[in-house]
């Protein structure tokens, strides 16, 4: 047992606590006086907007607090090392929310097209494919870039009869580099043939 370092400020307990805690604790009480000892001492005000936000609907209760890059990078680190060490893992943790899985299924109404754009491995092969390029291949700007299928997702899923998510996650062409290019986003609708409003 480790050697009591502190005192509950209720009833005097002897109680141990890591040196960090120590440093950043405004008070130390055990378990049977918190609620006494948070009526006296009260939250702080950045708990109170942490409350505040916790409690508001679709919220992120970590939202607006700043990370270090050094702690996202850390992060950053250990998730790549866990998906590369455990593939079947993360693969299996999808298909347990996809399709029939997921809670807000409605009998596969979702288009097809719209399901694969929605894929984490559309995403994963959009960022690819700007990191590689960084501007536009049309007029050289850096600014809303977006990736560009050169053989449409369409056409891909009429010529590889896809008809699932999963159909096209194994259809290599989809994730291909060779197979896109990085269009600023003007570029990318006159391509398309789509009107560009530049106030959106």
Known sequence: MRTPNVECCICGKPMYRRPFEIKIARYFVCKKHRSEA????????????????GREKGTNHLQGIPKSEKSKEKRSIAMKKLYKENPKLFKDRAKSYRGKNHYNWKGGKTNINQAIRSLHEMRKWQIAIKKRDKKCMFCGSKKDLEAHHINSVSDMIEKYNIKTRDDAISCNEFWELDNGITLCRKCHYELEGRTYDNNK
Do not use: P, V
């Open 38 to 53: 948070l009526k006296i001492f009260g939250n702080t005000k950045k708990q109170n907007e942490a409350l505040k936000l």
